[in-house]
């Protein structure tokens, strides 16, 4: 009887695992602002060559996340604070998507606001960032696939 | 009696030098003088402060052109809009959620830089996923205003301008 209880109690701990968590390789960059009406504008994509074993997304158990470099180089020298290899994240399931929630939302004094996002599609996962500058929304899409 | 140049031997005949006698004061004068210089003067901009103006634009990174540059009034700020300067170099700035509408809240340092103060996130990593890097300055520009001046570079090689912030407070 124990052992039917430590076995349906891993069960159910294991039928808590979201499909999305994993080691996942990123395989492509796209950046580009968008206009609040929609209009796309600054489209540029970075294909999988650009990427390395640096750019991954570890997806845990438990609601944490930690990302690789997100942008390939030599983009990140522009940024000091991207020279940092990972970033550590928290999230939670809501709906079909992962809401990143460490680094939180952030703002500018001018009240900039991000939003970091994560979904799953087939065998992709896309982790979204919108800044949101009160001018356009500036957005970076990473696609991972394992 | 004084005795501003040359030695003398005081009540327990002790020879004394002019250099003795003023190596002291000098020294408290050096650094009385230097701690004045050096004092970080954060009380002129103490306080909480409500925003009633922002202005944003862009402005090209070659040209200097400007584009984009729009004014909001303080008709479109509320009570959750404010930045608040603390003794202890801690800022913390206060905006409305543009869609839900609630309160954002963040945590920066300050710090003089110049004639004015350098305004640092508390966290720096969301710029390493939303490709965004900021700098923020705050100043006192009259009695009654402080103007947060922040200007972003985007990491997308294609956007060859800097987004600029000016955001004005009143006591």
């Given at each position: ?17 979201y ?62 604070a ?24 952030t ?40 | ?57 862009n ?24 930045v608040?300067?603390y003794s ?8 409305t959620?543009?869609?839900?509408k ?23 990593a ?46």
């Open positions: 009887m124990i052992i039917g209880l430590v076995s349906g109690l891993v069960a159910c701990k294991k039928g808590n695992d499909p999305i968590v994993g080691k996942w390789q990123q395989v492509k960059l796209r950046m580009y602002n968008q206009s609040y009406s929609g209009v796309i504008s600054n489209d540029t994509t970075f294909q999988r060559s650009r990427f390395d074993s640096t750019n991954y997304a570890q997806v845990n158990n438990g609601g944490t996340a930690i990302i690789g470099l997100f942008y390939p180089y030599p983009l990140y020298d522009l940024n000091i991207a020279n940092v290899a990972t970033v550590k994240f928290n999230y939670i399931r809501v709906g079909s998507k992962y809401v990143m929630t460490i680094p939180t939302t703002t500018n004094p001018g009240g900039f606001i991000t939003a970091d996002t994560a979904s799953l599609s087939g065998n992709d996962v896309l982790i979204r960032s919108t800044f949101d500058n009160h001018q356009f929304y500036n957005i970076a899409e990473a696609y991972y696939s394992k | 009696m004084l005795h501003l140049c040359g030695p003398y031997r005081n009540v327990n005949n002790d020879l004394i030098s002019c250099e003795m006698k003023f190596t002291p004061i000098l020294i408290f004068i050096v650094l009385i003088t230097l701690s004045i210089g050096c004092k970080k003067d954060n009380s002129t901009i103490m306080g909480k402060w409500r925003e009633v103006k922002m202005r944003v634009y402005q090209d990174i070659t040209t200097g052109a400007v584009s984009g540059d729009t004014t909001y009034q303080s008709d479109t700020f509320g009570k959750f809009d404010y608040e300067f202890n170099g801690i800022c913390v700035v206060s905006t959620e543009q869609v839900s609630v309160q954002d809240t963040w945590e920066y340092t300050y710090a003089q830089s110049g004639t004015g103060f350098l305004v640092t996130p508390a966290h720096t969301p710029y390493i996923i939303s490709g965004v890097s900021t700098v923020y300055t705050a100043s006192r520009v009259s009695s009654n205003t402080v103007v947060l001046h922040a200007v972003t570079s985007y990491l997308n090689p294609s956007v060859l301008y800097k987004t600029i912030t000016d955001s004005y407070y009143n006591k």
